[in-house]
Nanobody, 126 residues
Framework: VQLQASGGGLVQAGGSLRLSCAASGLTASNCGMGWFRQAPGKEREFIAAISRRGGSRYYADSVKGRLTISRDNAKNTVDLQMNSLKPEDTAVYYC????????????????????WGQGTQVTVSS
């Protein structure tokens, strides 16, 4: 099983990035998918999650209205569109897969996710 995150980079405050997570070795439609981030010296933080069929989407309050999670089960990919980026969004972003799916109660629990990608760096300059 491999989750390959891509799309990170350096962007100015107010700019946009689109992260993509490509899954191999598993059928993405069987998994709830999530995005987390980790800034230096901080704990890994939940950002967004999407249910198996995409019918339910969840966001951290800190990113609500600026980020949109989506999935294409035919392509086995999950994307994260990030707009109006702020310097505090600077972090390594990780995608993760949960064979148990995701619910409102546990979408932000690191232990809910079975597989993790290697992360992609997002740097937002002021």
């Amino acid at each position: 099983v491999q989750l390959q995150a891509s799309g990170g980079g350096l962007v100015q405050a107010g700019g946009s990035l689109r992260l993509s997570c490509a899954a191999s070795g598993l059928t993405a439609s069987n998994c709830g998918m999530g995005w987390f981030r980790q800034a230096p010296g901080k704990e890994r933080e939940f950002i967004a999650a999407i249910s198996r069929r995409g019918g339910s989407r969840y966001y951290a309050d800190s990113v609500k209205g600026r980020l949109t999670i989506s999935r294409d089960n035919a392509k086995n990919t999950v994307d994260l569109q990030m707009n109006s980026l702020k310097p505090e969004d600077t972090a390594v972003y990780y995608c993760a897969a949960s064979f148990s799916g995701v619910t409102a109660a546990d979408k932000d629990k690191v232990g809910r996710y079975s597989f993790w990608g290697q992360g992609t760096q997002v740097t937002v300059s002021s």
